[in-house]
């Protein structure tokens, strides 16, 4: 789940785009194209987020939120940059938003602090959402710890039903697995118990255990040779995705580590512009 381990995929998908200043043109239309950096949503330094804000947008234009990773502890929304230039590029109606979050340490653990501090970003949009013209629609990108962030908000917390799409891109989707748990990874099993030893507790912070059948469209993408994300983090909640006929697509890279480049690249970014454009 560190940041500098999933860069790789971040940092090429920026050649998948045409520019990574595509601001649109504001010339005989309604609205101007703004960019709001570092919007205050609580007290904290890291409770800020970048919102981008289309031309011509009106209240009916869907909000995308982008979640970063960095295993509960580090990273920062510009690691989500090359994602937020991709979406502005091939989606450019959709209004993006790029979220930090406090990051977890020894006396802060990451849950509820980072699930609580998505709940303040979603109510300060809702609260300006005349002020900045956009729907209340959302549509959630993470990576890593920022994918495990989003899948759990999606299914858990979004008690508005304002979710219409998630996607999760390495993401843990069940921190109580065997292999987190018997793992001989100190490392690894360092992070997984920042939330947390006991079993019943770690299952309340899986996405696993809270996917149900109002759960809104997931699309998912694991590499096979994840260090980081055993194949059965993908694959049970996929299994349970079709088991409560909840829509949702998979990609398993056999190649794959915690990111990838390449032909893969390029799959992953074809999907995921097609899965935003039919759900959000």
Not at 81 to 93: G, M, V
Not at 134 to 146: N, P, Q, Y
Not at 205 to 227: C, I, N
Request: contains cysteine; proline residues 5%; glycine residues 6%.
């Amino acid at each position: 789940m560190s940041s500098l381990k999933y860069l790789a995929v971040c940092l090429v998908f920026t050649l998948l785009s045409c520019s990574t200043d595509n601001t649109p043109s504001s010339d005989n239309e309604s609205l101007e194209y703004k960019a709001l950096i570092n919007v205050a949503y609580g007290n904290d330094a890291k409770q800020v987020y970048d919102i981008y804000l289309p031309a011509n947008r009106t209240t009916e234009s869907k909000v995308v939120i982008l979640v970063h990773g960095g295993g509960w502890k580090e990273g920062d929304k510009t690691d989500m940059n090359a994602f937020r230039d991709f979406i502005r590029e091939q989606l450019p109606n959709i209004v993006m938003v790029n979220m930090n979050y406090r990051l977890a340490d020894v006396n802060n653990p990451p849950h509820p602090m980072q699930i609580d501090d998505i709940t303040s970003v979603v109510n300060d949009l809702k609260a300006k959402q005349s002020e900045y013209q956009i729907s209340t629609d959302l549509g959630f990108m993470g990576v890593s710890a920022g994918g495990h962030l989003s899948l759990l908000w999606a299914y858990e917390y979004d008690t508005d039903n304002q979710v219409n799409m998630v996607c999760s891109m390495v993401g843990p989707t069940n921190l109580a697995d065997e292999a987190y748990i018997n793992s001989e990874n100190q490392d690894l099993q360092d992070l997984i118990f920042q939330f947390g030893t006991d079993i019943e507790v770690l299952k309340n912070v899986s996405p696993l255990y809270k996917v149900k059948t109002t759960s809104p469209p997931t699309l998912l993408f694991y590499g096979g040779q994840d260090p980081l994300i055993p194949n059965s983090q993908g694959i049970d909640l996929k299994d349970k995705l079709e088991e409560l006929e909840v829509v949702y697509e998979f990609t398993l890279y056999p190649n794959g580590g915690h990111g990838w480049v390449g032909l893969d690249l390029f799959d992953t970014s074809v999907k995921l512009k097609a899965f935003i454009e039919k759900h959000l």
